[in-house]
């Protein structure tokens, strides 16, 4: 696993949130941790909702979609995303083919 790009582990593995089971629930090549503000995070029933970035057009690119999180909007705890640019080949090819 590369811990150095994927900083929301360190966080998890506080004993009070995954602790040792971190690599258990955590993907480092498909997944995205974001927020860890204060009051910044996806919530419960979320799931499914978009993580966006803005780009230097003005616009928005899909980055992720929300899986799940601990702990709600606390500072340092991030939320965990799917990654839509690890999935994006996926995504075109079952979208093509369903016309």
Do not use: H
Not at 22 to 32: A, Q, T
Not at 41 to 60: E, H, I, K, N, R
Not at 69 to 83: A, D, E, I, Q, T
Request: charged share 10%.
């Amino acid at each position: 696993m590369s811990n150095k790009r994927f900083f929301g582990r360190t966080s998890f593995s506080a004993a009070n949130l995954l602790g040792p089971n971190v690599d258990v629930y955590l993907d480092p090549n498909g997944e995205i941790c974001a927020g860890g503000e204060n009051m910044k995070d996806a919530c419960t029933q979320d799931g499914g909702s978009p993580l966006v970035c803005p780009t230097s057009t003005g616009t928005y690119s899909l980055a992720g979609l929300v899986i799940w999180g601990k702990n709600c909007g606390m500072p340092g705890v991030y939320g965990v995303y799917v990654s839509v640019p690890a999935y994006l080949t996926f995504i075109q090819s079952n979208l093509a083919a369903t016309g």
